[in-house]
């Protein structure tokens, strides 16, 4: 198709959805650019961000919602006979080179303040490391322990791609065999202004934003290497963020709980620390696995006690999760639901300005990846260590900042070295 028809096109898709002022600075692109803006207009559905932007303020809605309390298993209660049988049941499977790891380092990493990708962040405390060094040490570790491969595939942003791809290599990949280190971009939703009007970005193009963690399930999909873990006789895939220096990647006790309860997924979780803690916990919806954020339980649900005195609904969510391949292969044919987010968001006005906000302009769209756990008839939920598998870093000060997870990072090296892990 010419130029000029295309553009007449995507001018009459924009006329339609009341969105022409994204091709007004057409005419000041360079060609690539009015390539892209075209292409961006052809491929974005414009009925979905219309339905985004509508339900922009609402929550997403709960028909008929019966939340109840879900079963745990807690790691260090297993008596030794629980502990082996789960063990070797994943045991075996890690070393018939059945299990993958996928790290989500697509985010932004807003509340840390620095500028290059999460993963390249070096850990303090005279610990020489980045968090992808410290990962990868885990994996290589794994690969000895259990002799055989373990595929690491990466998730990135197109923001951040190049930059972390370019950090692997500048690095030999940390030791581990090129071949079993993939890199993926996850998806991207344009941002909307406040009056429904979408951006542009700084270049003049539509502005794009990553599509949130729950973006994984399609992006492992799109990108081929959902194929590519079938191809390999992959069976177990576990699911964490680039943010927690401690995620316990590779964990064949969450392998045998959820082959010997005949679940498609574990989850890990830590203890609550309070009933306000700030943190998202596992429970059941309708009978079905469920994430019920802070936001949204009651009082008297976070207050709850079991008979034994410990919160009813006390089982954090840590993002650390493992999935079966069919799982994975059954989520990513779904769209999971799109929360909104109020963001500042930089962005070029019709007269070519570059407009820098004070304050929140834009709305966001992203899917969680707890928004997949309903999809599962059910779900094991494994009971971790605070110390052992949780050292999040999302502050660049105070709590779960470089301060707290360098400390929870030595202090379980030191634990290790001692035997005490
Ligand atoms: P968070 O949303 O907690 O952190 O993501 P963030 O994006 O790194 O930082 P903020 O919120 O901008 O301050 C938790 C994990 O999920 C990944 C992040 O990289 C992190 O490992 N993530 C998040 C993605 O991979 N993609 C996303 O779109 C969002």
């Not at 380092?105 to 020489?128: E, N």
């Not at 990846?369 to 999809?375: G, R």
Request: proline share 3%.
């Amino acid at each position: 198709m010419n130029e000029q028809v295309e553009y007449e096109e995507a001018i009459k898709k924009l006329k339609f959805y009341n969105q022409e002022h994204l091709l007004n600075r057409y005419n000041y692109l360079d060609e690539e650019k009015k390539q892209k803006i075209i292409n961006q207009i052809k491929n974005i559905d414009f009925d979905q961000m219309k339905d985004l932007y509508s339900k922009r303020d609402k929550k997403i809605e709960e028909k008929d919602c019966k939340i109840t309390n879900i079963d745990y298993i807690d790691k260090s209660k297993l008596t030794k006979e629980e502990y082996n049988k789960y063990y070797n049941l994943g045991k075996s499977i890690i070393e018939e080179g059945k299990y993958a790891i996928v790290t989500m380092a697509g985010g932004q990493g807003t509340r840390l303040g620095y500028v290059a990708p999460k993963g390249t962040f070096k850990i303090g405390g005279g610990v020489d490391k980045s968090l992808f060094e410290a990962l990868s040490d885990t994996i290589k570790e794994a690969r000895e322990k259990y002799k055989n491969s373990i595929p690491w595939y990466i998730m990135t942003s197109r923001e951040n791609n190049n930059a972390t791809e370019k950090f692997f290599e500048k690095n030999d990949f940390f030791g581990l065999p090129y071949e079993d280190v993939k890199f993926f971009k996850q998806g991207e939703l344009p941002m909307i202004g406040i009056d429904g009007k979408l951006l542009l970005d700084e270049t003049g193009i539509i502005k794009l934003a990553a599509d949130g963690h729950g973006g994984v399930f399609e992006a492992l999909d799109k990108s081929g290497y959902l194929e590519d873990m079938k191809t390999r006789g992959i069976e177990w895939v576990f699911i964490s963020g680039v943010d927690n220096v401690l995620a316990g990647l590779v964990d064949p006790i969450a392998v045998g709980l959820s082959i010997t309860n005949g679940t498609l997924a574990t989850g890990k979780s830590v203890v609550k620390r309070s009933p306000d803690e700030k943190v998202g916990v596992f429970c059941k919806k309708n009978n079905r696995p469920y994430v019920i954020e802070y936001t949204e339980i009651t009082d008297e649900m976070a207050n709850a006690k079991d008979k034994n005195g410990e919160l009813l609904y006390g089982e954090s969510h840590i993002l650390t999760n493992l999935f079966n391949i069919k799982a994975l292969e059954e989520i990513a044919k779904n769209k999971l639901p799109y929360h909104s987010a109020f963001k500042k968001a930089k962005y070029m006005d019709s007269e070519g300005n570059i407009i820098k906000p004070e304050k929140p302009n834009a709305y966001k769209f992203e899917a969680f990846i707890f928004d997949a756990f309903e999809s599962l008839e059910d779900m094991s939920i494994l009971r971790v260590k605070r110390e052992d598998e949780f050292a999040p870093l999302k502050n660049a000060e105070g709590e779960d900042s470089p301060n707290t997870a360098t400390q929870l990072y030595i202090n379980y090296m030191k634990r290790k070295e001692e035997g005490l892990v």
